[in-house]
């Protein structure tokens, strides 16, 4: 008889945990974006993708809190500092709220300015999306405090729930033949009870709190370098949406747009991991176990690849036929090719998600900055050539280059941080190599071929499974889901 030890099952746990719940939004998502885009119509929904990428660039403004909260309190429990976590709870609260309305007045200050560039954006629009992006910095904290308690279960519910009402009431709204502004106001609404059920949730009054001024500092002084590198991180994720929206039009941006939220879906697999890995990692950062921190990265970084990869590569094999069913077949037509490079950009920067949990868990967070600060004229530049020259297939291409080299210095900066190589790279290049090969040679065959091009990703797939996950994952998974392990 073998078995996981209690902790790897306890994480696989929470791992799976979330990948349900992941499931299950992605499933509203994709269902709701077709009546979102139909009802709104492509410049609406080109102006709501915009303003979450207006308040992903203002997330400097959230001080970082989410990545500070959750090392803060993994740290405090690490060490038995039961009255240090209740500090840092009672301090992130009122930080976060200080962050909300400063997010409110940046969003209402520089909103009219940003958006004259697409034709602008009505009063009540304005209005509505400050409520949306101002109640981010409640709900990140709340959620960081569960993950933070190692609180999985209650973390992926809290989820769940709130993204089904989010996708669902989006929909009622459209098809009551409300407009944009009535969609932002009552997601804000779902975000901000959200909110309040995680603080519940996440509460733990059976410590007294330390100094509350202190926990402040120390969450500021983490959380300010994670909040620098997010105005570079912002810029690297959403620079190609904002040239699009200004260079192209609104029209092209929902045309890249909806096949990435699509396509980011797949992030379920390396966010569910990341989600379970930092709290652990910084604990065990705390507890002085490199070894045992550079062994669970290497295994995250390994079935991460492996569950990507398998993903990707039938969706981009068979890429105009699943746009079609989702989007009719106008829109595949013109999101297809961009769709494909899409897929293999979300993997690649999926399998440097466990070494960037590294960095973030364990690691000082200036070093994020400077890696960023490295990267974001490279990606600008490319940005501008590639969006230029091929449109939003362009931008996807833009997008897999900055992966690309964002992996390459992540595994680095890990690497560092452990005092341990991470080993595998080899490994990794074959993979992903093999999944860029596909969705290069798909093209080539036509509509026709569509049964050839599906057992090309399925072998793809099937041989990312094959040698990237080992015995104890499968059994790891098997304990997690409650079922008995046998030798």
């Not at 192209?248 to 890249?256: A, E, P, V």
């Not at 379970?276 to 950062?285: D, E, K, T, Y």
């Not at 990869?309 to 969706?315: G, Q, R, S, T, W």
């Not at 050839?452 to 889901?481: I, K, Q």
């Amino acid at each position: 008889m073998t078995s996981a030890s209690p902790p790897s099952a306890r994480l696989t746990r929470g791992a799976l945990s979330s990948v349900v719940a992941d499931l299950c939004l992605a499933a509203a998502s994709l269902l709701a974006a077709p009546v979102m885009v139909r009802a709104l119509g492509p410049t609406a929904f080109g102006i709501y993708v915009l303003v979450t990428v207006l308040g992903g660039q203002l997330g400097v403004l959230q001080f970082g809190l989410a990545p500070a909260i959750t090392r803060r309190m993994a740290e405090g429990r690490a060490r038995g500092d039961t009255a240090a976590v209740r500090a840092t709870e009672q301090a992130a609260w009122v930080l976060a709220l200080a962050s909300a309305v400063a997010i409110a007045a940046a969003f209402l200050a520089v909103g009219p300015s940003f958006f004259a560039r697409t034709g602008g954006i009505t009063a009540g629009v304005l209005a509505a999306a400050v409520a949306a992006v101002a109640v981010q910095p409640l709900a990140g904290a709340s959620q960081a405090m569960l993950l933070g308690r190692e609180r999985f279960a209650a973390l992926a519910g809290v989820r769940l729930v709130q993204g089904v009402l989010r996708s669902a009431v989006g929909v009622a709204v459209v098809l009551s033949g409300r407009g944009l502004a009535a969609v932002l106001l009552t997601q804000a609404a779902i975000d901000l009870a959200a909110s309040g059920a995680a603080a519940i949730l996440a509460r733990d009054r059976s410590a007294r709190p330390s100094s509350r001024v202190a926990a402040g500092r120390a969450l500021l002084g983490l959380g300010l370098p994670f909040a620098a590198s997010s105005v570079l991180a912002g810029l690297l994720v959403d620079g190609e949406k904002i040239v699009i929206g200004w260079a192209r039009s609104l029209d092209q941006l929902t045309y890249y747009a909806v096949p990435y939220a699509a396509v980011l879906r797949l992030a379920i697999v390396p966010a569910a991991l990341a989600t379970v890995l930092a709290p652990r990692l910084s604990a065990l950062a705390a507890s002085g176990l490199a070894d045992e921190a550079a062994r669970m990265v290497r295994r995250t970084t390994r079935v991460t690849a492996a569950v990507l990869i398998a993903a990707a590569a039938p969706l981009a094999a068979c890429a105009p036929e699943w746009l079609s069913l989702w989007l009719g077949a106008d829109f595949a037509a013109r999101a297809a090719p961009t769709t494909r490079l899409l897929l293999v950009a979300m993997v690649v920067n999926g399998v440097a998600s466990p070494a960037c949990t590294v960095v973030r868990a364990g690691g000082r967070p200036v070093v994020l900055v400077l890696a960023y600060a490295i990267e974001l004229p490279l990606h600008l530049a490319a940005v501008y050539l590639l969006v230029r020259g091929w449109g939003i297939t362009g931008a996807a291409a833009a997008w897999l280059l900055r992966a690309a080299l964002d992996g390459f210095v992540q595994r680095a900066l890990a690497a560092r941080v452990l005092g341990r190589a991470l080993g595998g790279g080899t490994e990794l290049a074959l993979g992903l190599g093999a999944l860029l090969a596909l969705a290069l040679a798909v093209p080539l065959l036509g509509p026709a071929w569509w049964s050839v091009r599906l057992s090309a990703g399925a072998a793809v797939a099937a041989l990312a499974l094959a040698r990237g996950l080992d015995r104890d994952d499968w059994s790891s998974l098997r304990l997690a889901a409650g079922r008995p392990v046998t030798a």
